[in-house]
């Protein structure tokens, strides 16, 4: 009981970590960034190579991985989703598939179909011994710092800094904060940064933790992570986290004593349900109508 | 004056729409019967007349109704189980006979699921009616997949997640096999039943938009309080076009299954709901000639993209991402109305010589 | 209107975006052909011979399905490259025989590899080496059996597959055999008396063979203290490996493609469990997988008809070509594939030899049908090549030859 409860609490802080990257992109820009699961597997992509085509300590491949995904992010962000900002928000959703699809079969012509075996990053540090003879494994622990660490940077980031208060502006009233004197573009461009380059991070726990690496790695953990962005409200960050946790530790439960083939359907049948309690997610805002 | 003209242009928009369905139909059956036509496109005939049907339904519940859906597929998936096992339970029966019992039957559980998921569904908003949509399309498919049904002479046997609790007799066949889905299933679709049901789905869609509960379902996409306050059920009306969807993804879920002698659950999964909304989308929301033509097109596109082998999925992507910028771009839109505006005034002028 | 102009825009672009691929869609078979996959390898030096001298001539169009594209395209690149070996090697040969090779994708989905099959069929396919992947195998032999078509799958393992259709060969074991034979091997070499099993039941391969290992494991008293299974997108495996783990389970039976394989290993070395793997044929290339630490998979068992490592002149030779044509360890799967040409091109020679020559040119695949189904029934007519010598085939299209029992240590195959 006790070494699934940990499982999920790992996976699930995986989850939180894309989930936070689409909450941020989705509280500021409103739009479905579909992409952000692929970001994922290219951030797993880029510092795999890193490590085993030239050697570089996990810690750099890390932050180069990081700072190509920032890249990608803000550049799929120009080049796809900006000529759009006027346009429906349904269009903005097909360009984000469409991008995602780019993404995926730009990933098999350039690293092949051949599923690659991700390297151990914690490979000396020996698994720590819980009570009750549960094992928890160095990336779990890792995992889950990882998340709380960034939910607060993340949280100081918005509340504190000129940039983060800009960002907020600009996800209440992006008339208004042009207005304001609030740079929205350059705004919406650095949440994109932000978002891509946590998905890299997300990229390295995921494949550290089930270390296969594909074209459609990310696909799967990306859809997941959307769920646990909505279960948790979207746009909230500490929602994303709750979500993302909770998510994580109902799917390895599910699997563990119910059955492997409806664990998903479980965990998208308790999304329902909160939904039908709180329709907009846990600690999402509630909205009221006007005329 | 006014209301009647509105009322011809709306007619008449219909009529260009069986038209294009009717041109469709007499164009390929001519192909087909004087060997015209490549084999690739000949057996990809009923799968687009299906896409069609796919697209025009879920056009009706994000154009019409307004609610973004992402898991049409799913109802899709409901309709062509329930089609594999009718047509497997009318073993001795004539072909049209199964086909047409079997199609009946899945649009009706189609839509009864669409009315029970409807009921949490729809008292959600936006991007979270969306993703409520999504799951119960991914809980359709993993409840197929823990699905075993089995024929023998006693009946249908049904068990879940355990094939061997469905305790047939020896001579029994299994019809569904959980995670491996249907296999020998007899194809009885044509593509003329695939067409009139085509058509008859259009009939209905039309004269349901251009009718006094299609204006109801329009004035609560437009303004749900305003038309609340003019004693406009939003609930009813949201739920009557959403089950009518649903039936309709079933039918041509129907004729899809029956198409092909094996099927699985994971087919109808999220991407396949993806796929018919960017039919909607780029055929134009709301626009019934457009889902048509970008169904068609769409289905037919990653075909014609063989030549570039490993590239082809990649193309498609680029081409979706710049069909999307490109109509969806301001500038180039002005510029594009200048143009058709110019086209008009000549095509006008033309007119009057 | 303006939706009207929408429309008619996107009907334009469309329009113009399919006229741009046309005009560069020479450029794009012409790399194709290079990278090999997709290849139409040209045909080689066949010319006309002499008929009547029971000699094989002529062009023979064989095509390939599966999937090349999306989460299975592993499998289908590994088959396509092996058949395009062994293209290559037949039409350098120059006996006047050659065989002219076209890969279609189909993103291992039925519905596309249905679509492939047309594909081929407006190319003028004569016969057909595929389909890779089990379901869309099934749709396609259906069509294939109605248009007469022979299919030799290399790897389609059910018995659907070839079940009532007499024009379906497998080149593969078909499922059931491969799971009594394990449970025999186990039982015979008393290698467990608990055993668990985790199998893909989403994937016809896996649970046809943990249906047949779980009958014939009760018939000989093996005892399966855990049963766990997954599904094609699961990359958790801490409850499967948990649930064998503490059943004490001493032998773990993984009737299993490798990729998930590795995640299993991983996942028992993370918490410490050391039982003795057993895989099966899909479990062979787990020592391929870039990255792959190879000491996980130290004294994993596996029954396999095909190890690179095999000192036999026919390995040696294809793992080498295989090599540096692209740069890799052929799989099972592109053994696969390689065997599947040498087999048609095998039966294809008998036939000649016995009725004074054939000349396959512009034959029809109906005809073509009815002379390989004539010749892989034949009990006089066997096929050697690098996944077994003396393959034979039954009336019901299954094959039958020896597996291998092979067991890693330090990083490579050893014979047990």
Redesign the interface.
């Known amino acids: 009981m006790l ?2 409860l940990i ?1 999920g609490i790992s ?1 699930g802080s995986i989850y939180a970590i894309i989930a936070l990257g689409y909450t941020m992109v989705y509280g500021i820009a409103k739009m479905l960034n579909f992409a952000h699961g692929d970001v994922i597997m290219v951030g797993g992509y880029v510092s ?1 190579c890193f490590m ?1 085509y030239m050697n570089v300590p996990a810690p750099i491949a890390v932050l180069l991985a990081m700072a190509i995904c920032t890249v990608l992010g803000i550049t799929i962000e120009r080049l796809a989703y900006k000529p759009l900002r006027s346009a429906t928000s349904l269009a903005v959703l097909i360009t984000a598939i469409g991008m995602s699809y780019f993404l995926q ?1 730009s990933a ?1 012509i350039i690293w ?9 990053i914690f490979k000396d540090i020996e ?1 720590f011994e819980m009570v009750g003879g549960a ?1 928890v ?1 160095p990336v779990a622990v890792v995992a889950i710092t990882a998340n709380l660490v960034i939910m607060i940077i993340l949280t100081l980031f918005t509340s504190r800094t000129k940039m983060g208060k800009a960002m907020r502006a600009v996800s209440e009233d992006k008339g208004a904060a042009t207005l304001m004197g609030i740079n929205v573009n350059f705004t919406i461009s650095m949440t994109f940064a932000i978002g891509s380059g946590l998905a890299a991070i997300a990229g390295v726990l995921l494949c550290t ?4 690496l ?3 790695t990310g696909s ?1 953990p990306g859809i997941k992570a959307f769920t646990a962005a909505v279960f948790g409200g979207i746009g909230s960050i500490p929602g994303a986290m709750i979500g993302g946790i909770l998510l994580g530790v109902i799917e ?1 439960l599910a ?2 004593y119910i059955s ?2 409806l664990a998903d359907a479980i965990v998208f049948g308790v999304l329902i349900v909160v939904l039908i309690f709180r329709p907009t997610g846990l600690l999402g805002k509630q909205i009221h109508e006007k005329v | 004056m006014s209301i009647t003209k509105k009322a011809s242009a709306a007619s008449k928009k219909s009529f260009i729409n069986y038209g294009i369905v009717i041109i469709f139909y007499i164009v390929f059956q001519i192909l087909v019967s004087t060997g015209n036509i ?7 005939l009923i ?1 687009i007349a299906c896409y069609m049907i796919m697209a025009v339904s879920l056009n009706l519940v994000v154009g019409i109704s307004g609610e973004l859906s992402l898991g049409h597929a799913g109802f899709m998936s409901v309709g062509a189980f329930t089609a594999v096992i009718v047509s497997a339970a009318m073993g001795d029966a004539s072909n049209p006979a199964r086909l047409v019992v079997s199609i009946v039957i899945g649009a009706l559980l189609a839509g009864l699921a669409g009315f029970l998921i409807g009921i949490p569904v729809l008292r959600l908003n936006g991007d979270y009616l969306a993703i409520v949509t999504l799951a119960f399309g991914e809980i359709i498919k993993n409840i197929l ?1 823990c699905l075993y049904v089995g024929i023998d002479e006693k009946g249908i046997h049904i068990a879940f997640n355990n094939p061997d609790a469905m305790g047939m007799s020896a001579t029994g066949k299994t019809v569904i096999n ?4 249907a ?2 299933i007899s ?1 009885i679709s044509t593509f003329t039943s695939a067409v009139v049901l085509l058509i008859l789905v259009l009939i209905v869609i039309q004269n349901l938009v251009n009718s006094r509960t299609g204006r109801a379902i329009m004035a609560i996409r437009d303004n749900r309080i305003a038309a609340e306050s003019m004693g406009i059920s939003p609930m009813k009306y949201k739920m009557l076009a959403f089950t009518l969807s649903a039936s309709m993804a079933g039918a041509a879920g129907a004729v899809y299954a029956l198409n ?5 659950p ?2 109808f999964d999220f991407n396949t709901s993806i796929l018919v909304l960017v039919f909607v989308v ?3 929301i ?2 019934m ?2 889902s048509l ?2 169904a068609g ?1 769409l289905v037919v ?13 990649l ?1 498609y992507a680029i ?1 979706l991402i ?2 999307m910028l ?2 969806n771009n301001e500038k180039l839109k002005g510029r ?2 200048i143009f ?1 505006k110019k086209m008009r005034m000549k095509v006008s002028k033309g007119g009057k010589k | 209107m303006k ?9 334009g ?2 329009v113009m ?2 006229a741009g ?1 046309g005009s560069s ?1 020479d450029a ?2 012409a ?2 052909t290079e ?1 090999g ?2 290849a139409t390898t040209d045909a080689g030096t066949g010319t006309a011979a002499p008929a009547g001298d029971g000699a094989l001539t002529g062009t023979l169009k064989l095509g390939v399905i599966g999937p ?4 299975a ?2 499998y ?2 590994a088959v396509v490259n092996g058949t395009s070996i062994a293209v290559d090697e037949i039409n350098a040969q120059g006996t006047g025989f050659s065989i002219e090779l076209q890969a ?2 189909d993103e291992h ?4 590899s ?2 492939a ?3 081929l ?2 190319w003028g396919v004569q016969a057909i080496a595929g389909t890779v992947t089990t ?1 869309p195998c ?2 396609v032999s ?2 294939a059996n109605s248009d007469r078509v022979f299919m030799l799958t290399p790897s389609a393992s059910a018995t ?1 597959v070839t079940e009532g259709k007499d024009n379906v060969f497998q080149l593969c074991f078909a499922d059931p055999n491969q799971g009594s034979a394990s449970a025999q091997y186990i039982s015979d070499n008393k290698l467990a008396t608990k055993v668990a099993v985790i199998y893909n ?4 391969y896996s ?1 046809g063979i943990y249906q047949t290992f779980k009958a014939k494991a009760s018939e000989l008293g093996l005892e399966i203290v855990s049963e ?9 495996f ?3 490996v ?2 064998a783990q503490s059943a004490g389970a001493d032998l773990v039976f993984l009737p299993i493609y490798y ?1 998930p394989a ?2 299993i290993l ?1 996942q028992a070395a ?3 469990y050391e039982p003795t793997f057993f895989g099966v044929d899909g479990m062979d290339g787990i020592l ?6 190879t000491s996980l998979a130290e004294g994993v068992m596996l029954l396999t008809p095909f190890s690179a490592d095999a000192t036999d002149d026919l390995t040696k030779n294809f793992v080498s070509s295989f090599n540096s044509k692209f740069g ?1 360890t052929p799989s099972q799967f592109a053994a696969d594939g390689y065997d599947c040409a040498y087999a048609i091109k095998a039966a294809l020679e008998f036939y000649a030899a016995k009725n004074g020559g054939l000349d396959v040119t512009g034959m029809g695949a109906d005809e073509l049908c009815e002379i390989l189904i004539s010749v892989f029934t034949d009990s006089s007519f066997s096929a050697d090549g690098v996944t077994g010598l003396g393959m034979v085939w039954d009336t019901n299209g299954q094959v039958n030859k020896q597996p291998k029992a092979v067991v890693i240590k330090d990083g490579v195959y050893v014979g047990m």
Not at chain 1, 112 to 120: H, Q, R, S, T
Not at chain 2, 38 to 44: E, F, P, V, Y
Not at chain 2, 260 to 264: A, E, F, I, N
Not at chain 3, 68 to 71: C, D, H, K, M, R
């Open positions: 070494a699934h499982n996976l795999f085993s079969n098999l092949g179909a051949n599923p690659k075996a991700y390297p151990n698994a094992r494994s933790a089930y270390p296969t594909m074209p459609t799967m390895i699997r563990a492997s083939e | 490549t084999s690739a496109l000949k057996g990809q799968p997949n959980g995670p491996m889905g296999v020998g194809k092909y002698s094996t099927l699985v994971k087919k780029l055929g134009g709301g626009s000639t457009g033509i970008a097109v596109l990653p075909e014609l993209l063989r030549k570039f082998s490993d590239y082809r999925m193309v081409v710049l069909v490109v109509t594009m109305d058709a | 939706k009207k102009l929408l429309s008619l825009i996107m009907a672009t469309m975006a399919m691929c869609a794009g078979a790399t194709g990278t996959t997709a090349l594209t999306g989460g395209a592993i289908g690149n279609q994708d989905d039925a519905e596309k249905v679509n099959y047309h594909q069929q407006d379901t099934i749709a259906a069509e659907t039941n989403a994937d016809a649970t766990t299974t997954f599904t094609d997108d699961t990359t958790d801490s409850v499967q948990g649930d990729t590795s995640l991983q993370k918490t410490g391929t997988i870039e990255g792959f630490d890799e």
